[in-house]
């Protein structure tokens, strides 16, 4: 089973940037869809951006033209640059990576059959 292990969240002001970090151990993801979901406190978890095995991007309407999604095969690491912050954009974000293989980004939305790291805070002060 993979490990996820997420890193670079903190406190920033709006309008400011954040890169996340997703490092995977355990299992290749080389041929595996990964995903950026977060959660604010008394909200159900919500998709952010997903990327395909092959580069193949989808956001949602939220982190459009914000956020950017990537990944590096070779050292098995996902990772999310947050930019124009919003007070709105606080939650934990979790790193998420597809069991099965070949999976599209966009399928990674729903979230299911997936594992799942212990998430990072981010926090946008107004």
């Known amino acids: 089973q993979v490990q996820l292990v997420e890193s670079g969240g903190g406190l920033v002001q709006a309008g400011g940037s954040l890169r996340l970090s997703c490092a995977a151990s355990?299992?290749?993801?080389?041929?595996?869809?990964m995903g950026w979901f977060r959660q604010a406190p008394g909200k159900e978890r919500e998709f952010v951006a997903a990327?395909?095995?092959?580069?193949?991007?989808y956001y949602a309407d939220s982190a459009k033209g914000r956020f950017t999604i990537s990944r590096d095969n070779a050292k098995n690491t996902a990772a999310l640059q947050m930019n124009s912050l919003k007070p709105e954009d606080t939650a934990v974000y979790l790193c998420?990576?597809?069991?099965?293989?070949?999976?599209?980004?966009?399928?990674?939305?729903?979230?299911?059959?997936?594992?799942w790291g212990q998430g990072t805070q981010v926090t946008v002060s107004s």
């Open positions: 998420a990576a597809a069991r099965g293989l070949f999976t599209t980004a966009q399928s990674m939305a729903v979230g299911n059959n997936c594992d």
């Open positions: 355990g299992r290749t993801l080389s041929r595996a869809a």
């Open positions: 990327i395909s095995w092959s580069g193949v991007t």
